[in-house]
Every structure is written in structure tokens, then in C-alpha cells.
Nanobody, 124 residues
Framework: QVQLVESGGGLVQAGGSLRLSCAASERTFPRYAMGWFRQAPGKEREFVARIRKMGDSTGYADSVKGRFTISRDNAKNTLYLQMNSLKPEDSAVYYC?????????????????WGKGTLVTVSS
């Protein structure tokens, strides 16, 4: 069972940038499709971005397309999310997600493993 630990969250002004990281506990990290979800207070958890096992294909929610970039370093067992041009509506707890499927589901119920999350707050 893979364990995921997120880091990099914090408080940033609108228009600023943050880089989230997700460290995986296993060398089997390259076997998992990975992604990021987020959950704002009072809202459902929603898909943000995903990346295939070898990093050759990515996908984004429309709300973050062009501003966020997902990447992975399989040698370091680490997933990243570069977030630029942040908006107050991006404020949420961001969760790292892993799936043994070929492509990570965009629905939370399709995820095999979750991290505990890291809080991102964007002030206006």
C-alpha cells in the first residue's frame, strides 16, 4: 500500500505561485497513475490534474488549465503541481491521489490511495 505525503501549501496573494509536492513511500511509484484533487470548505472534492505512469500524458480541469502544471519524477518517487496565477477560488485543501488504473479517474470514488492533504489559501 503506497503512502502519500503532500507538502508546499501555504498562504499566497492572488496572482502568486506555489509548488506542491507529493512524496510516495514506495519504489513502485512508477506503477501508479497520479493526480491532484482539491476540496474547499462546504464543497465536494474535485479533480484538478492527472498524469500517466510515465508522465507522457497529462490532463487538467478547465478551471486550472493554462495556470497549473502537473509533473512527476519517478526516480524520486515524487509528484508535483506548479500553480501559477493563483486566484482566491483556488483556495482549498489539495490532495495527492494514486491509482493502479492506466488513467487516473476524475471522480474521487475511483481513487485507490489518498494523501492527507495540504492547505492552500489565496488572499485577494
Amino acid at each position: 500500500q503506497v503512502q502519500l505525503v503532500e507538502s508546499g501549501g501555504g498562504l499566497v496573494q492572488a496572482g502568486g505561485s506555489l509548488r506542491l509536492s507529493c512524496a510516495a513511500s514506495e519504489r513502485t511509484f512508477p506503477r501508479y497513475a497520479m493526480g491532484w484533487f482539491r476540496q474547499a470548505p462546504g464543497k465536494e472534492r474535485e479533480f484538478v490534474a492527472r498524469i500517466r505512469k510515465m508522465g507522457d500524458s497529462t490532463g487538467y480541469a478547465d478551471s486550472v488549465k493554462g495556470r497549473f502544471t502537473i509533473s512527476r519524477d519517478n526516480a524520486k518517487n515524487t509528484l508535483y503541481l506548479q500553480m501559477n496565477s493563483l486566484k482566491p477560488e483556488d483556495s482549498a485543501v489539495y490532495y495527492c491521489a494514486a491509482s493502479s488504473d492506466l488513467v487516473l479517474s476524475t471522480e474521487p470514488h475511483g481513487i485507490n490511495y489518498w494523501g492527507k492533504g495540504t492547505l492552500v489559501t489565496v488572499s485577494s
